[in-house]
């Protein structure tokens, strides 16, 4: 069986979304990368794939997908395993919990600590504007009502889904990861279960791999 | 005890839910949460929604919050096929679509529902333009993407109705219930496709509980 592929850079949140997935379930992959900076993401090749002209999309045979959490979800369903099991769906309850917190992710956490990963470092870096401080701080003050929730809730469960890590949790690698190389990660500091969370996370084989392509420094 | 929805039958989110239970023709008890008094904030409700929002569910001992995470569960208990979950790439594009309602389409809907109904209506308010402009050209970006798919297939994931389809209904009654109705005009498919969503019994059922006086915000 061909290795799947997945068009985007291998450092964009929203690729490494996918590919966390993917290392989870030891799946064999390809990035093929797309030149940002030279507008590929908007070339007719690449709407073809992703016809909002975005990263990642991806490949499977026959079978092309765009958006991160949908591709992730594929991957997760398709090679599910008696070691990898991020969406429990053999058990209702269980599987409601994991797609709860997996849209908490997207609509909760990500609103709030994104656009202190796009001030912080990808405006700055990568197109050379610089940090918005009011974006930030509203910013910050968004994710601290959302540790909270966080918080209490890792502190009845060891992961977000239940004691058992799920494609809820792994959601919030990427954008966790950069945040983490902003001025303002000891905000983590203050919610003590949400810190060890995460720090187990970092643990993870996937993880690591991952992270070792990532960078923490921004020129 | 039989499941409950918490919140206002006129909220979109909510209305996401009402609608797959209507699908599954499960019994239900809708609970109202009085918005406009801060009810949604108050600790009874923080303990089943800790973002202090709607909708909230319980089923049992089960607590569910955020609308497609519900949706979901409400469609797999009650079996129904809106999720393609017996076929391995069919639900793969039932989710991407679902992924697109919420990045593209409900994203830009929602401010131009807040300015349009909310702010005038519940806030005493005046919309703000620059802000409903600017959503109506995202919208419209969306708009041609979904043309061109609809063009193609009957429905968003392919030539079956899914709850990918269903998830723009809420949204889509406040566009044809506000003053850019007219939008849809220049994409004949979505327009077509649209007119099909509102025309299931179980949207018809739901849009009822949104007009009535008690389902509304203010």
């Not at chain 1, 909270?148 to 058992?164: H, I, N, P, Q």
């Amino acid at each position: 069986m061909a290795p799947v592929k997945v068009f985007g850079s291998a450092m964009s949140t929203n690729v490494v979304r996918v590919l966390v997935c993917l290392e989870e379930v030891g799946a064999e992959y390809e990035v093929v990368n797309i030149d940002f900076q030279a507008k590929e993401h908007k070339s007719p090749e690449h709407v073809a794939r992703n016809p909002f002209g975005q990263i990642p999309a991806f490949q499977d045979g026959d079978l092309f997908l765009f958006e991160s959490r949908a591709i992730a979800k594929y991957v997760a369903r398709k090679h599910k395993s008696a070691d990898a099991d991020l969406l429990r769906e053999g058990n209702l309850n269980e599987a409601a919990m994991v797609d709860v917190w997996t849209e908490v992710e997207a609509h909760q956490y990500n609103p709030a600590i994104s656009p202190i990963v796009y001030e912080c470092l990808v405006n700055p870096a990568m197109k050379g504007l610089p940090t918005n401080q009011k974006v930030v701080d509203e910013s910050l003050d968004k994710l601290k009502k959302v540790l909270e929730v966080y918080e209490a809730r890792l502190s009845k469960t060891k992961y977000l889904a239940g004691d058992f890590v799920s494609f809820a949790d792994l959601n919030h690698f990427p954008y966790t990861y950069y945040f983490m190389a902003t001025p303002h990660a000891l905000v983590f500091d203050s919610y003590p279960h949400v810190k060890v969370w995460w720090e187990s996370l970092m643990s993870r084989p996937s993880v690591k791999k991952l992270s070792a392509n990532m960078p923490t420094s921004w020129p | 005890m039989g499941m409950k929805v918490y919140g206002p039958a006129a909220s979109t989110n909510v209305a996401r839910v009402l609608v797959c239970l209507e699908e599954v023709d499960a019994e239900y008890e809708l609970v109202p949460v009085d918005m406009p008094s801060g009810e949604h904030k108050s600790p009874e409700h923080l303990v089943r929604n800790p973002f202090g929002q709607v909708p909230a569910f319980q089923d049992g001992e089960l607590i569910l919050t955020e609308s497609r995470a519900i949706a979901k569960y409400v469609l797999r208990k009650g079996g129904s096929q809106l999720l393609r979950e017996c076929n391995l790439s069919e639900s793969a594009v039932v989710n991407v679509w679902l992924e697109v309602e919420a990045a593209h389409f409900n994203s830009a809907m929602s401010p131009i529902i807040f300015q349009c109904f909310v702010v005038p209506m519940v806030l005493g308010g005046t919309p703000d333009m620059k802000i409903v402009q600017e959503n109506l050209e995202k919208l419209k970006k969306a708009l041609e993407v979904y043309e061109a798919r609809l063009s193609k297939f009957k429905y968003l994931a392919g030539d079956f109705f899914s709850l990918a389809d269903l998830s723009h209904f809420p949204t889509a009654y406040y566009l044809l219930g506000g003053p850019h109705a007219s939008v849809i005009d220049a994409y004949p498919h979505v327009k077509a496709w649209i007119a099909d969503i509102m025309a299931r019994p179980s949207v018809k059922k739901v849009t009822e509980l949104m007009k009535m006086p008690s389902a509304q915000t203010d």
